[in-house]
């Protein structure tokens, strides 16, 4: 089963421990990623890059949520027009 509150809230903890480690905020960002949380998940990997701007994964991983966000802005703002139509 995938429990991405439980990942969320220990890669916080992970975070909170750890402010200045960039592969925690990348980390954290990849369970928010999972969850469905774009904006979150984008942030925490910027600040990931802020603090390991060598980090491949990290930006990679950046490059995947905005990538997924554009996606998902594109498919609501299409339904809306496909309902507006119907309307």
């Not at 969320?8 to 992970?14: G, T």
């Not at 469905?36 to 984008?42: C, K, L, N, R, T």
């Amino acid at each position: 089963a995938q429990d991405f509150p439980t990942a969320i809230a220990a890669f916080r903890k992970l975070v909170a421990d750890y402010p200045d480690r960039g592969e925690a905020h990348n980390a954290l960002g990849f369970a928010l990623y999972l969850d469905g949380q774009f904006d979150e998940a984008i942030v925490t990997f910027e600040k990931a890059l802020e603090l390991a701007p060598s980090d491949d994964a990290a930006r990679r991983n950046l490059i995947l949520a905005g990538g997924r966000r554009a996606l998902e802005s594109s498919y609501r703002e299409g339904l809306g027009r496909i309902q507006a139509l119907k309307d």
